[in-house]
């Protein structure tokens, strides 16, 4: 198993390019590979989530190289996959295999996919019971988890309400609306979430209608034409940079200067709410890339203080709501959110694992069941250290991993956190940029 050890430190600085976002290098991959040529990704990103999404394709018929970052995919189409012959892995990605389940509803051939032991445990019904009304044939187990296995089927559209705010289950339809008959209309009443989908459909020139209405957003898809072969540039993962931001944040000294991150309005409220907490961050050099707005982020040390997380940011910050509870903690007064059940539903439990952390760093903190509150440590004696020294349980979730090792900025004493191989999920570099710009850690293999 791989630990770290983090020592105290209190500057942070650097110029740095953080990993490529997760999100768009897994929809680039399927777009590409359901198209009718070649495409280019550039700037992919090598972590085991996307590349477990690209070992499936491979096992399905279609051919790819890599170069780098750069990465080719030969398309075959909507019909040109073929049978895989055995059960896709999907590891720890959820995206991976919600979205490959609207993928491969639609096919003439029949799958299972399963994952590690955390992806076994996470809610499929949310997706397979949608899809189920499309026509689909998808049995998970009695809980409702994986191996989920898929006997192909012809699917037709539906007029479906999201009853949840999850960018993955909108997805899987709008994947599976590709395969279906007539038009598929997907309501988003319950809040946005992220619209890479939405973006990159329409980049790969399908028939995508998006509308905004009094009730939310409603996105119609209609089905049978194959995505024209188009190339991609991944930005910069937000949810990757904000570890970097925060740290930047709540370090005693230094500079951090973080570029080409995405920042998509749909995914990028966690500049909103550090903002919020009184951030000192700026986005220089805004453009769009491939059909999404980049910028390089400059952060510097703050003052920060508690606030009411607004709820309408929930889902578009939803991955990164353990780096703001470490924020939260560094701040002067409370800090509350609500409506965050999404976070008992992730590669762990995040609302529980995060409180039974912060307390055992000395932090005052409640969890309910959809709610946290923090009570920060910063101003209380006029004191800079926020955190006690201490083990950290991760339960092989990346993010709490990565949360913890900038907690070492305000951190009395060493920090050990325990299980971090799965940080090669999302961001494969990141022990090496944390290295480079200040923080003291090590690994071990014990
Ligand atoms: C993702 C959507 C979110 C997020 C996940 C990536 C995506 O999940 O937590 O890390 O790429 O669509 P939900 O759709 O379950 O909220």
Redo the contacts with the bound molecule.
């Keep these: 198993m791989k630990n770290w050890i983090i020592s105290s430190s209190e500057e942070i600085s650097g110029d740095v390019q953080v990993a490529s976002d997760k999100?768009i290098s897994?929809r680039a991959v399927m777009l590409a590979a359901l198209s009718d040529a070649e495409c280019e990704i550039s700037n992919f990103l090598d972590g085991e989530d996307c590349l477990a999404t690209l070992a499936a394709f491979s096992a399905m018929g279609i051919k790819y190289e890599r170069a780098g970052s750069n990465l080719k995919i030969y398309g075959k189409g909507l019909r040109g996959l073929t049978a895989p012959s055995s059960a896709l892995d999907f590891g720890n990605s959820?995206?991976g295999m919600r979205l490959m389940m609207g993928v491969l509803a639609g096919q003439k051939f029949n799958s299972t996919l399963i994952g590690d032991s955390s992806l076994m445990k996470r809610p499929m019904r949310r997706v397979s019971e949608p899809l189920a009304l499309m026509g689909a044939q998808i049995l998970t187990t009695e809980k409702g988890t994986a191996p989920v296995q898929i006997t192909g089927a012809a699917l037709t559209a539906i007029d479906f309400s999201l009853p949840v705010a999850?960018?993955?289950?909108k997805?899987a339809l709008m994947f599976a609306a590709l395969y279906a008959d007539g038009t598929t209309t997907i309501r988003e009443t319950l809040g946005v979430?992220?619209d890479h989908s939405e973006r990159m459909f329409s980049a790969f020139a399908l028939d995508i209608i998006e509308e905004s209405t009094a009730e939310g957003k409603i996105i119609k898809v209609r089905g049978g034409k194959n995505p024209q072969a188009c190339d991609v540039a991944v930005p910069g993962d937000i949810s990757s940079a904000a570890f970097f931001i925060v740290a930047g944040l709540i370090a005693k000294t230094g500079k951090i200067v973080l570029r080409d991150v995405g920042i998509n309005p749909t995914r990028a409220a966690v500049i909103d709410i550090l903002k919020m907490m009184g951030g000192r961050i700026e986005l220089r050099n805004i453009r769009n890339r491939a059909g999404e707005e980049v910028a390089d982020i400059e952060v510097l040390p703050s003052e920060l203080r508690g606030i009411n997380i607004p709820a309408k940011f929930v889902?578009i910050a939803?991955?990164e709501f353990p780096i703001l509870f470490i924020a939260a903690s560094c701040a002067t007064g409370i800090t509350t959110a609500e409506k965050i059940g999404?976070l008992r539903v992730?590669e762990s439990d995040r609302l529980g694992l995060m409180e039974e952390n912060l307390r055992r760093l000395g932090i005052e903190c409640e969890a309910g069941l959809e709610t946290m509150k923090i009570v920060g440590k910063a101003g209380n004696n006029g004191e800079f250290v926020a955190f006690r020294g201490g083990e950290i349980k991760t339960c092989g979730d990346h993010r709490i991993a990565m949360s913890f090792s900038v907690a070492s900025l305000r951190a009395a004493a060493e920090i050990k956190i325990i299980d971090c191989e799965n940080v090669a999920t999302s961001f494969p570099n990141f022990l090496e940029i944390a290295q480079k710009t200040g923080l003291k850690i090590k690994e071990i293999s014990e």
């Excluded at 999850?166 to 289950?169: D, G, I, K």
């Design positions: 999100s897994h959820g995206t999850s960018a993955q289950l997805s979430s992220r889902p939803i991955d999404e992730k």
